[in-house]
């Protein structure tokens, strides 16, 4: 089983949905959980850490389920600009980052 | 602003050859990483370094090694390059060990023929 797994779509919307990914998780130690983004033949960029009590910024929600071991990412409003591959990120507290093979996502005008 | 640089974008190697792979920061950061990505696969990390000359084994380290003698570069080494090392490689680097954010470079994409 995959330390962290995702739908990887692809997740075709119409400019202004709300679309939302889940991202799951296997080792119920992670401490630090992130949403990374990364456009068609660029480098993956932060989008968001991803805390227990859940944040926002701007357009996008990210929430963390920590019984379930899932976090989700919420997009409002989406913009022809939000298409890339959104990347979820777990940090379990030993080496590095544990990056999930990524969600595709496209927006249509 | 933050900068992290690959020695090449696009490399075309063949069988056997002892392929370089270089990676440079700019912020100073102890911490370096370099993975490869694949199609399904996602980011697999191959190793990393968290100080100078320091290095540890990632999840993929098989056919890899790297150096880091000055705390700006990183280097991968493929010592004797085979068709399944095709990939993108993507050099990152980071402030905080683990947690912090990774400050990723644009890549390289390897063939091997």
């Known amino acids: 089983r995959k330390e962290v797994e995702q739908d990887p779509g692809p997740f075709n919307v119409p400019e202004g949905a709300t679309v939302a990914f889940n991202c799951t998780y296997s080792?119920?130690?992670?401490?630090?959980f992130f949403w990374y983004r990364q456009d068609c033949r660029k480098e993956p960029k932060l989008l968001m850490s991803?805390?227990?009590s859940g944040n926002e910024d701007g357009r996008f929600t990210a929430q963390l389920n920590r019984a379930s071991q899932y976090i989700s990412l919420l997009i409002r409003d989406s913009k022809l600009s939000d298409s890339a591959t959104y990347l979820c990120v777990v940090f379990t507290g030993r080496r590095a980052l544990t990056f999930g093979s990524g969600t595709r996502l496209q927006v249509q005008p | 602003d933050v900068k992290v640089t690959q020695s090449s974008r696009y490399l075309v190697k063949r069988t056997g050859e002892k392929v370089f792979l270089e990676c440079v920061q700019d912020?100073?950061?102890?911490?370096m990483f370099w993975y490869r990505q694949d199609p399904g696969l996602g980011l697999r990390l191959i190793y990393f370094?968290?100080?100078?000359?320091?290095?540890e084994k990632g999840d993929i380290p098989e056919g890899y090694s790297v150096s880091r003698e000055k705390k700006e570069r990183f280097s991968l080494i493929l010592e004797s390059a085979s068709t399944n090392q095709t990939s993108m490689y993507l050099c990152?680097?980071?402030?905080?060990?683990?947690?912090?954010?990774?400050?990723f470079g644009p890549g390289t994409r390897l063939t091997v023929t």
């Open positions: 912020m100073d950061h102890e911490n």
């Open positions: 370094s968290y100080d100078v000359k320091m290095k």
């Open positions: 990152a680097s980071s402030l905080l060990q683990g947690a912090g954010e990774q400050y």
């Open positions: 080792n119920s130690a992670s401490q630090s």
């Open positions: 991803v805390y227990s």
